[in-house]
């Protein structure tokens, strides 16, 4: 069996999305790059937060669109086609308060049941991620993010009434990661890079984000 880790995720993710959805896979890339970014919080959790941050959008994929709601789209596609672990594909089913929107699609039951919520601490990583970059996969503020999702989709769209319903969810789950970065003395510059303050030479800045390996939405 095929070794599932961060170079296959993000591999996926770009067959997946480079060609049909090219903006798209340019934010995933930024996303598990942001991922990256919060090994010194994470510990063994670091390298299933990547995966999972570079793959969480990968439902968008016309190919792989089923239900038409892409984090359940895609968790089905990691689990029944490449047998990802339950986690993995948990993670993708519930990035950036998922259930929310779920609930106005009317598809709240297929989501619980098929992949019930699990490690609120790693959906809060991965929706600071989500929310903290650009659709073009540049580092930017939560606030900022949000207001370009409601101007991108329009006042109609279904998509900006769950994000204000979602918004608290999204402040909230930022605001964790941010503390739990601040108590590790991991220091986020916002839009710039993040720096470990006990090897102040050692800073990794969002562009370029080629420091680290070149491995071969609902909301967003």
């Known amino acids: 069996m095929r070794d599932i880790n961060i170079a296959w995720a993000r591999e996926l993710a ?3 999305l480079q060609d049909a959805l090219p903006r798209r896979w340019e ?8 991922a990256e970014q919060l090994a010194p919080i ?3 959790d670091a390298e299933l937060l990547a995966m999972a941050a570079y793959l969480h959008d990968i439902g968008y994929a016309p190919e792989l669109v089923d239900v038409g709601f892409h984090p359940i789209d895609g968790a089905r596609y990691l689990r029944d ?11 993708v089913a519930h990035h950036t308060c998922a259930e929310i929107e779920a609930g106005d699609r009317g598809l709240l039951d297929i989501l619980q049941g098929e992949f019930p ?3 609120p601490d790693l959906v809060e990583a991965i929706t600071y991620c989500d929310m903290t970059t650009s659709p073009d996969g540049v580092p930017v503020k939560a606030v900022d993010r949000l207001a370009e999702i409601r101007e991108r989709y329009g006042p109609e769209d279904l998509v900006t009434a769950t994000i204000a319903k979602a918004t608290p969810c999204i402040m909230s789950a930022v605001h964790a990661i941010e503390t739990r970065m ?4 991991v220091r986020s510059a916002g839009t ?10 050692r800073a990794i800045h ?3 984000f080629y420091l680290i390996p070149a491995y071969p939405a609902h909301l967003a």
Request: charged residues 30%; glycine residues 8%; hydrophobic residues 35%.
């Open 81 to 91: 086609v490449h047998g990802a672990d339950e986690l993995l594909c948990k993670l």
């Open 14 to 16: 770009r067959k997946t």
């Open 182 to 185: 601040a108590s590790a003395d």
């Open 206 to 208: 969002a562009k370029p």
């Open 117 to 119: 919520k699990q490690r």
């Open 192 to 201: 710039a890079e993040i720096v470990a303050d006990a090897q102040p030479h």
């Open 27 to 34: 934010h995933s890339l930024g996303v598990g790059r942001r």
């Open 42 to 44: 994470l510990g063994k």
